[in-house]
C-alpha cells in the first residue's frame, strides 16, 4: 500500500494548476525529452495528440513518380512520423492498364486520369509538387527539378518504365509506344482516320491496307489492343 500512495503523490507533484489569468513561464532546464510535464494523459490518443503538438523536425521522404508504385508507397506511410513529398510531371495518376481502351475510343481519358491531390486529400502528412525531376544530388541530398530542389532524408524513385527500341529510336515514329494519354488519343486519332479513308476507298487492296494494323508484343496491352481493334 505504501508503494502505491507514493506513486501517487509524485503524480500529484508532477501536475501543476495554472490560475485563471495566468500564464506558467517556461522551466529553462527543461528539455524535448520531458516535453508533456504538467499534463496527465490518460489515453493513447491523448498521448499521440500531445506528441503532435511536439516540437520536431519529420524526417523527409520524397517520391518522384505517382504511378502505382509510387501511390502504394505513399498511403503505406499516411501514419508514419514523416512528411512526403511527392513529385510528378503530371498532376494526374493514371490508370496504364486502360490505355489500349483509350486507344480504341472505348473510354475517354478523363475515365482513367485520378488528381493525385484528390487521391491524397486524407493523408495529412503528404503534399504533391507538379514538376520535372531533372536529377539528383546524393551529396547533399536534394531532389533537383530545373530552378528549385527539395530536400529529403529518404527517396523513392518510381519513375516507371518507357519502351525499348534496342538502339534504333527511328522505330518510334513507326511504331508509337502505349505509356500515356498522349499516346493512346494520338494512337486513337490515326485508327479512325484509317476507318474512315478506308470507308470511302474503292480499291479493295488498298482498303485491305488500310485495315492491316500490326502490333509488336503479346502481353497484356498488346492482346487487349489486337482484341479492340478487331
Same mark, same amino acid.
Given at each position: 500500500?505504501?508503494? %502505491?500512495?507514493?506513486?501517487?503523490?509524485?503524480?500529484?507533484? $508532477?501536475?501543476?494548476? %495554472?490560475?485563471?489569468?495566468?500564464?506558467?513561464?517556461?522551466?529553462?532546464?527543461?528539455?524535448?525529452?520531458?516535453?508533456?510535464?504538467?499534463?496527465?494523459?490518460?489515453?493513447?490518443?491523448?498521448?499521440?495528440?500531445?506528441?503532435?503538438?511536439? !516540437?520536431?523536425? !519529420?524526417? #523527409?521522404?520524397?517520391?518522384? /513518380?505517382?504511378?502505382?508504385?509510387?501511390?502504394?508507397?505513399?498511403?503505406?506511410?499516411?501514419?508514419? +512520423?514523416?512528411?512526403?513529398?511527392? *513529385?510528378?510531371?503530371?498532376?494526374?495518376?493514371?490508370?496504364? +492498364?486502360?490505355?489500349?481502351?483509350?486507344?480504341?475510343?472505348?473510354?475517354? +481519358?478523363?475515365?482513367? #486520369?485520378? =488528381?493525385?491531390?484528390?487521391?491524397?486529400?486524407?493523408?495529412?502528412?503528404?503534399?504533391?509538387?507538379?514538376?520535372?525531376?531533372?536529377?539528383? $544530388?546524393?551529396?547533399?541530398?536534394?531532389?533537383?527539378?530545373? $530552378? #528549385?530542389?527539395?530536400?529529403?532524408?529518404?527517396?523513392?524513385?518510381?519513375? /516507371?518504365?518507357?519502351?525499348?527500341?534496342?538502339?534504333?529510336?527511328?522505330?518510334?515514329?513507326?511504331? =508509337?509506344?502505349?505509356?500515356?494519354?498522349? $499516346?493512346?488519343?494520338?494512337?486513337?486519332?490515326? *485508327?479512325?482516320?484509317?476507318?474512315?479513308?478506308?470507308? *470511302?476507298?474503292?480499291?479493295?487492296?488498298?482498303?485491305?491496307?488500310?485495315?492491316?494494323?500490326?502490333?509488336?508484343?503479346?502481353? +497484356?496491352?498488346?492482346?487487349?489492343?489486337?482484341?479492340?481493334?478487331?
Amino acid at each position: 500500500m505504501s508503494e %502505491v500512495q507514493d506513486t501517487t503523490n509524485n503524480t500529484a507533484t $508532477d501536475t501543476e494548476t %495554472v490560475m485563471p489569468g495566468r500564464s506558467k513561464r517556461p522551466d529553462p532546464a527543461s528539455t524535448p525529452s520531458t516535453p508533456l510535464r504538467g499534463v496527465r494523459l490518460n489515453t493513447p490518443k491523448d498521448i499521440e495528440s500531445a506528441a503532435n503538438n511536439r !516540437l520536431t523536425v !519529420l524526417p #523527409c521522404v520524397v517520391i518522384v /513518380g505517382a504511378g502505382f508504385g509510387g501511390l502504394r508507397a505513399a498511403r503505406a506511410l499516411r501514419n508514419a +512520423p514523416v512528411q512526403i513529398t511527392m *513529385i510528378d510531371r503530371q498532376n494526374h495518376h493514371l490508370f496504364q +492498364p486502360l490505355l489500349y481502351w483509350v486507344a480504341t475510343a472505348g473510354l475517354s +481519358p478523363a475515365d482513367i #486520369c485520378s =488528381p493525385i491531390r484528390g487521391i491524397l486529400r486524407n493523408q495529412k502528412n503528404a503534399e504533391v509538387f507538379m514538376e520535372e525531376v531533372a536529377g539528383v $544530388d546524393v551529396q547533399e541530398q536534394r531532389v533537383l527539378m530545373g $530552378d #528549385c530542389s527539395v530536400p529529403y532524408d529518404y527517396l523513392v524513385l518510381a519513375t /516507371g518504365a518507357h519502351d525499348n527500341y534496342f538502339g534504333h529510336p527511328e522505330w518510334e515514329h513507326y511504331a =508509337p509506344g502505349l505509356k500515356s494519354i498522349v $499516346d493512346a488519343t494520338s494512337l486513337r486519332r490515326k *485508327i479512325l482516320l484509317a476507318f474512315e479513308a478506308a470507308e *470511302i476507298e474503292t480499291d479493295p487492296e488498298k482498303v485491305k491496307e488500310l485495315l492491316t494494323f500490326v502490333l509488336v508484343g503479346a502481353g +497484356p496491352t498488346g492482346v487487349e489492343m489486337a482484341g479492340a481493334i478487331s
